[in-house]
């Protein structure tokens, strides 16, 4: 089976950066992904990472050790928009689509 | 349109009533998603559809019946449900079961009474 752990909730005031670690452990593994949630919205993907090493999107950079089976996601220049829920989700090996997600971290942004 | 359109947004059913939740996206995705999501907590995948067939069932009860009546649509078809199902359902598609970025729908906010 799968199991991921992300702390619960994170705070941060507008402009910093913030890190969401996310551990897991996985009979085998496929890529971390991660996805932004809204109060009442539907989860929308984020970034997604299969080799070692740091993914770069605008604001938004992920990062996997694969050895360490740990990513984190780092958000810089918060704005009070990126207040959220976010998930880490594993794929196991045999299915990459076959999402399991971590408990999710509520990020609250303050001015 | 990258779009995943789901209805009714919201649905109040009885444990004793049939109804059917729809989900559509026309982005030509050929794998489809359900997922269960409780309050507070991550969404669970309870079934996926590849090429219109039914290729993961996550051990979910009979009471739960998917269908994929053509690659653009998805339905979820709800019978003799318990109120420990009251959940927002979820449905998410994805350009082929190996692409690892889903798209998901705003889901249907289902109580049951």
């Known amino acids: 089976g799968q199991s991921l752990e992300q702390p619960s909730e994170v705070t941060a005031v507008e402009g910093a950066i913030v890190q969401i670690n996310c551990t897991y452990q996985?009979?085998?593994?496929?890529?971390l992904s991660w996805y932004q949630q809204h109060d009442g919205g539907a989860p929308t993907f984020l970034s997604y990472?299969?080799?070692?090493g740091l993914e770069e999107t605008g604001r938004f950079s992920s990062f996997l050790s694969r050895s360490d089976s740990y990513g984190y996601l780092l958000l810089q220049e918060l704005q009070m928009k990126d207040s959220a829920s976010y998930f880490c989700?594993?794929?196991?090996?045999?299915?990459?689509?076959?999402?399991?997600f971590g408990g999710g971290t509520r990020l609250m942004v303050k001015p | 349109d990258t779009e995943v359109t789901q209805t009714p947004k919201h649905l109040v059913m009885g444990m004793t009533n049939k109804k059917s939740l729809k989900c559509e996206q026309h982005?030509?995705?050929?794998?489809m998603y359900w997922y269960k999501q409780k309050a507070k907590k991550p969404p669970e995948l309870m079934f996926v559809?590849?090429?219109?067939?039914?290729?993961i069932n996550e051990s979910v009860p009979s009471r739960f019946s998917p269908e994929c009546p053509n690659s653009s649509l998805l339905n979820l078809h709800l019978h003799a449900l318990q109120p420990e199902d009251s959940a927002l359902y979820l449905c998410?598609?994805?350009?082929?079961?190996?692409?690892?970025?889903?798209?998901f729908g705003p889901g249907t906010r289902l109580t049951v009474t």
């Open positions: 998410a598609s994805s350009q082929d079961s190996g692409s690892h970025e889903q798209y």
């Open positions: 990472n299969a080799l070692d």
């Open positions: 559809y590849s090429y219109e067939k039914l290729s």
């Open positions: 989700a594993v794929s196991p090996n045999n299915a990459g689509n076959m999402l399991t």
């Open positions: 982005m030509g995705h050929r794998a």
């Open positions: 996985t009979s085998g593994f496929y890529g």
